[in-house]
């Protein structure tokens, strides 16, 4: 008797667990990725990095996927290209995507 509410308990417990760790993982592999770029592009992308960015607050997602794309193939990018290839190494395709989704949204 029991052990059949144990049993019932943990599967509810089981469920919560799965939906709170699981929904909110999605936007925070965008987040998670921006805070290496806030030192440069500022806390909501409003800066031009160093100087020299083009400011990227306002971008579609469409337009940084393309430009840290071009970053990474050596195909996009001003006099400081180079610095921003560092950057973009570090990320694979799917936190590309997510970073730009959030940049996006800011
Ligand atoms: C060390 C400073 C620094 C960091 C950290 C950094 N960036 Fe940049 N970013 C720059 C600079 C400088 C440029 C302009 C480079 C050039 O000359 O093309 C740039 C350009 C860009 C551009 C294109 C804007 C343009 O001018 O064409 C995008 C998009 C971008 N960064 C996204 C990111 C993202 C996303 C991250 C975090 C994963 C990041 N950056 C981290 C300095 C930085």
Same mark, same amino acid.
């Given at each position: 008797?029991?052990?059949?509410?144990?049993?019932?308990?943990?599967?509810i417990?089981?469920?919560?667990?799965?939906?709170?760790?699981?929904?909110?993982?999605?936007?925070?592999?965008?987040?998670?990725?921006?805070?290496?770029?806030?030192?440069?592009?500022g806390?909501?992308?409003?800066?031009? *990095?160093?100087? /020299?960015? #083009?400011?990227? $607050?306002?971008?579609s997602? =469409?337009?940084?996927?393309? +430009?840290?794309?071009g970053?990474?193939?050596?195909?996009?990018?001003?006099?400081?290209? *180079?610095?921003? /290839?560092v #950057?973009?190494? $570090?990320?694979?395709?799917a =936190?590309?995507?997510?970073? +730009?989704?959030?940049?996006?949204?800011?």
């Amino acid at each position: 008797m029991g052990g059949t509410r144990m049993k019932k308990m943990s599967r509810i417990l089981f469920t919560v667990c799965v939906f709170t760790v699981s929904a909110p993982v999605v936007h925070a592999g965008g987040t998670e990725v921006f805070q290496t770029c806030v030192e440069c592009h500022g806390a909501s992308a409003e800066k031009s *990095a160093m100087g /020299k960015s #083009q400011v990227i $607050k306002g971008w579609s997602s =469409s337009q940084i996927v393309d +430009a840290l794309n071009g970053y990474k193939a050596g195909t996009y990018g001003g006099p400081l290209k *180079a610095l921003m /290839k560092v #950057q973009a190494d $570090k990320l694979d395709a799917a =936190s590309i995507q997510d970073v +730009a989704q959030y940049i996006s949204g800011l």
